[in-house]
């Protein structure tokens, strides 16, 4: 910049006009500096361009991030759902208006709500121990955020007893805990369910560490990875009071969601299920099968 300076300078010892300047520029004030002013003017004009030209780098930095993330968790392939082999529970997927798919509409909105008061996107659906519904509340819950036009991811992390697929009628070559072992991309296991429009990251069978899996620092890599495409991120969880795993997945959830199957849990199992939950965490509770 000194070389162009003392250009500059020179051209206007030997009156010729300096041809960077613009007539906004030569009508400017000179605040009694004569010349020196066009001097000070052409600084600021060169700190200015460096710094719109760092502005750009840094802008086309973060696009080729955000499509290196884009590509790394866009789902590896579409399944079209038979609703002929679905499981029976799965009410909110036969388009039809009862009251159970109106209940799960109502949960939906109740949801999304409570996300506009507070930051909810993990969502943890538990339960104190099988055979409660579980399950069907986390799949029939995502087909009705998916009709609100919600973005929804359902994370099968029931790696016990993973079932998500075996509810849906689909299969796959590739789960989370496949993904996860081979250091692959986490789109390479999720799928998009349609016509529902909400996708699905499966566990294809029972893993044999899942305490291992879910504290592993990919395990949260990948889920933060997924974070900027959904709206909700639901995790279907292994019971409440049967592993420890749960609570692990506790900490890396915003809020709880608890199913609790009627007539089947105990008000002293609710409790013990509940107690190492903060009361914020509770999201609230839903009753099952209720006659």
Sequence with gaps: MGKVYEALKKAEVEGHPAVWSSVAVEEAPTNGRGNGGHKGDFI??????????????????????????????????????????????????????????????????????????????????????????????????????????????????????PSLLRFLGVSTDVGLSDALRRGLSAGSAVLRVQPFGFDLLPTREQVKNPAELLSSLSFGEMVSLFEPDYDFILFDSP????????????????????????????????????????????????????A
């Design 239 to 290: 019971p409440l009071l049967k592993v420890a795993d749960s609570s692990l997945l506790v900490r890396q959830t915003d809020a709880t969601v608890l199913v609790i199957r009627s007539g089947k849990t105990s008000s002293g199992q609710i409790g013990r299920a509940v107690a190492p939950l903060s009361q914020d965490k509770i999201l609230g509770v839903v009753l099952n099968r209720a």
């Design 44 to 161: 600021d004009y060169s700190l200015n361009a460096l710094d719109a030209v760092e502005i750009e780098e840094r802008n086309r930095e973060i696009a080729a991030r955000q499509a290196a993330r884009k590509s790394q968790v866009k789902p590896s392939r579409e399944v079209t759902v038979d609703p002929s082999r679905i499981a029976l529970s799965l009410t909110a997927f036969q388009n039809l208006i009862t009251d159970a798919s109106e209940e799960y509409n109502r949960l939906a909105v109740t949801l999304i709500t409570a996300s506009g008061e507070r930051p909810i996107k993990r969502v943890l659906i538990a339960s104190a121990q099988h055979g409660e519904g579980r399950t069907s509340i986390a799949l029939n819950l995502s087909c009705a955020l998916a009709r609100a036009q919600r973005r929804v991811l359902v994370v099968d992390a029931d790696l016990h007893r």
